[in-house]
Structures are given as C-alpha cells and as structure tokens.
C-alpha cells in the first residue's frame, strides 16, 4: 500500500517525511528543553513501565521468572 515494486508511493513517502518530523520535534524537547513538562511525561511513563514490570517479576517469581508448561505429545 505504501510502497510499490519496491519504492515507496508519494503517500508513503509522505508517512516517511511526518514521522521524521516527529522524531526531529521529539528529540529537540529532550536535548534542549524549553520547559520541563515533557521530561515529566517521559518519567511518569518510564515509572509506569518501571512498575509493570516490576508486578511481573513478582508474580512470575516460580522457575526463575520463566513460564514452564508441561508439553503432551500429538496434541
């Protein structure tokens, strides 16, 4: 749908040049920030994923945090 015959069609390139801008916009905010509201959103979301996989390893705790299931043969 984007590309055809191996080049990318006007609509993906256009895909292409938007998400370069919004990587350009994202790490400009990090680098040379104007205000410090976008660190706070990076770190509140950091501290979320921080804590999800923190809940994981605790209820994962059996086997050495690895899921173990019993295999039958022919099913």
Do not use: W
């Not at 990318?8 to 990090?30: N, V």
């Not at 205000?35 to 059996?62: F, M, P, W």
């Not at 086997?63 to 043969?73: H, M």
């Amino acid at each position: 749908m984007f590309s055809r015959n191996g080049n990318p069609t006007p609509l993906g390139q256009a895909f292409a040049e938007y998400g370069r801008i919004d990587k350009t916009l994202h790490l400009l905010s990090i680098l040379d920030p104007i205000d410090d509201t976008y660190h706070r959103k990076l770190n509140k979301q950091l501290t979320v994923q921080e804590s999800r996989h923190r809940l994981a390893r605790k209820i994962c705790h059996g086997g050495g945090g690895q899921i173990r299931q019993a295999y039958r043969e022919g099913q």
